[in-house]
């Protein structure tokens, strides 16, 4: 079992940056890889980037590559989503997840946390 807690959204103009964290705490941190996943009313929750549990294998979506980074501390057992450029597309909550199995961009983690909003105005 792991338990998730995201912390960092907020409101930001367009071409600003936010940093989300996804605290863990539970059993090893260091044993998940983590994803990252957002979602808006209307649409489908969506891949956002993941890591693998040693950090050195992460994915990106296209729409956020370049702009987007993620990263891991496990000593702190928290995952991180660096945001630059922002564009009000990327309004969304914003869900961290976690699994001992390799998921990669699909979404099939077995634990999630509650979510943090994150708004973009133009």
């Known amino acids: 079992q792991v338990q998730l807690v995201e912390s960092g959204g907020g409101l930001v103009q367009a071409g600003g940056s936010l940093r989300l964290s996804c605290a863990a705490s539970g059993r090893t941190f260091s044993s998940y890889h983590m994803g990252w996943f957002r979602h808006c009313p209307g649409k489908e929750r969506e891949f956002v980037a993941s890591i693998t549990w040693s950090g050195g294998r992460t994915t990106y979506a296209d729409s956020v590559k370049g702009r987007f980074t993620i990263s891991r501390d496990n000593a702190k057992s928290t995952v991180y989503l660096q945001m630059n450029s922002l564009k009000p597309e990327d309004t969304a909550v914003y869900y961290c997840?976690?699994?001992?199995?390799?998921?990669?961009?699909?979404?099939?983690?077995?634990?999630w946390g509650q979510g943090t909003q994150v708004t973009v105005s133009s």
């Open positions: 997840a976690a699994d001992v199995h390799y998921f990669g961009v699909r979404d099939q983690y077995g634990y």
